[in-house]
C-alpha cells in the first residue's frame, strides 16, 4: 500500500438554526455577572457614595450619648484652655477619636456635626476596603454582593454615626488583614 491510497475523510458540516433559547435564571446571572464585571469599579464609586450619605445623614441631629461625651470634653477642654494634657492625660482609651473630634471641631465648629464628621467618613471607607479585600479572597460576584451588603448594614451604619472607638474598628481591622496577607 502506498502512503496515496491512504487519504482523510471529508468532513462534512451541517448548519443548524439554533432554537431561541428559553428565559431562565441562569442567563439573567450571567448577564448579570458580565454587567459587574465590566463596571466593577463605577459600582463600588456609587456604593461609597450611598454608603457616605447614609452615615452623613442627619448627623448633626444626634445628640451626644454619656460614654462619647469622653472624647467631646477632652477635644473642648483642649480648644478652649490649649492645653495638650486634656488630650493626652488621663485615659489614653479612644485617642485617635478625641483628636478627630477637634480637628472636626475647629472645622466645623463645636457641634454634633463637627465632632461626628470623621467617623462616618472612616465608615464609607469600609466599602473600597472590604471590595479590595474580596478582590484578594474571592470572586468578582462575592465581592459586589458583600460591598452591597456592606453600604446597607444598619449594625455598620448605626455605628458609623457614633462618636465611639467602636466605629472605625471595623474599617481598621479589614485593612490591617489586608496589610498582613497582602504585603
Known amino acids: 500500500m ?5 487519504k482523510a475523510p471529508k ?8 432554537k431561541k433559547p428559553a428565559k431562565n435564571p441562569t442567563r439573567f446571572y450571567d448577564w448579570l455577572v458580565h454587567r459587574f464585571n465590566a463596571n466593577e469599579q463605577k459600582i463600588i464609586i456609587v456604593l461609597t457614595v450611598i454608603a457616605l450619605i447614609t452615615r452623613l445623614y442627619h448627623i448633626g441631629f444626634l445628640s ?29 482609651n479612644g ?3 478625641t483628636i478627630l473630634n477637634t480637628i472636626g471641631f475647629l472645622i466645623f465648629g463645636k457641634n454634633e456635626f463637627g465632632g461626628r464628621y470623621f467617623l462616618p467618613l472612616i465608615g464609607a471607607g469600609l466599602v473600597p476596603a472590604t471590595y479590595y479585600f474580596c478582590k484578594t479572597f474571592f470572586s468578582k460576584f462575592i ?4 460591598c452591597l451588603f456592606v453600604t446597607f448594614s444598619q449594625y455598620l451604619v448605626f455605628w458609623a454615626r457614633i462618636d465611639r472607638q467602636y466605629g472605625p474598628i471595623s474599617t481598621f481591622y479589614i485593612l490591617l488583614i489586608l496589610g498582613v496577607f497582602c504585603y
Open 2 to 6: 502506498s502512503k496515496k491510497s491512504k
Open 11 to 18: 468532513q462534512v458540516i451541517h448548519v443548524v438554526k439554533a
Open 95 to 97: 485617642l485617635a477619636i
Open 143 to 146: 465581592r459586589i454582593l458583600t
Open 64 to 92: 451626644y450619648w454619656v460614654d462619647e461625651y469622653v472624647y467631646v470634653t477632652r477635644a473642648v477642654t483642649f480648644l478652649n484652655e490649649g492645653n495638650i494634657s486634656n488630650i493626652i492625660g488621663g485615659e489614653k
